[in-house]
């Protein structure tokens, strides 16, 4: 997939109905979805316990876009090749889950797959500063990690600029998970933010049965974000 810094929604299908994961996913995206998100956790490193790689298989049958699979477990490099396996096409890691962020990022890349380090809300953007090199993205998360449906903290959005000056030219997505919705996508596409994750946002009111509403939340989102970037090049 070609870089661009166009805006990307990317739902979480934590926020899918479990019963009918298939449907959901086609769903999403026949309305509009650019990537999939697979928020995968432990009960460990966050207080929730979600998708194992056999689960991550059954999703990728039905991807036909890009999935993305953030990992919230600790440890986390023991996992890595299963999630690999199992048909991510970017594997997000967090910088806290490990000693060893810099292994990491090397075993994601030994795999053939996108790379991705995701920094809690508490984590400065200064402890990623000498492994963006293997980045092919950076996550933001904008709510504590573990749970859907929380609310947006905004003091990420700061955080999210000073990333981005971080980054510079280099060909590298800023991913924000957490909150997102109309009213705070055009704040962190502001900062500079290209891919935004939601869940309840896309997935509420609507069902595999009446998906137009997930295609009227998605393009809600994306035009709220898109609509700050109006006389910016978004290359």
Known sequence: M????????????????????????????DEGA??????VMDGHFVPNLTFGPPAVKAFRS???????VHLMIAPVDPFIDAYA????????????AG????????AIRATGKKSGVAINPGTPVEAIEYVLDLCDLVLVMSVNPGFGGQKFIHSQV???ARLRGMI?????????????????????????????????????????NDQHVYGQNIASIRGAAEGVLRGRDPS
């Open 2 to 29: 070609s870089f661009d810094r166009k805006i990307k929604i990317a739902p979480s299908i934590l926020s899918a109905d479990f019963a009918d994961f298939g449907r959901e996913i086609r769903a999403v995206q």
């Open 34 to 39: 650019d990537w999939v998100h697979v928020d």
């Open 62 to 68: 039905h991807v036909t876009t890009f999935m993305d």
């Open 85 to 96: 396996e199992a048909g991510a096409d970017l594997i997000t890691a967090h910088v806290e």
């Open 99 to 106: 000693p060893h962020i810099h292994r990491t990022l090397q």
């Open 158 to 160: 700061d955080k999210i």
């Open 168 to 208: 510079g030219v280099r060909p590298i997505h800023i991913q924000v998970d957490g909150g997102i919705d109309a009213k705070t996508a055009p704040l962190v596409a502001q900062a500079g933010a290209d891919v935004l994750v939601a869940g309840s946002a896309v997935f509420r009111g609507g069902s595999v």
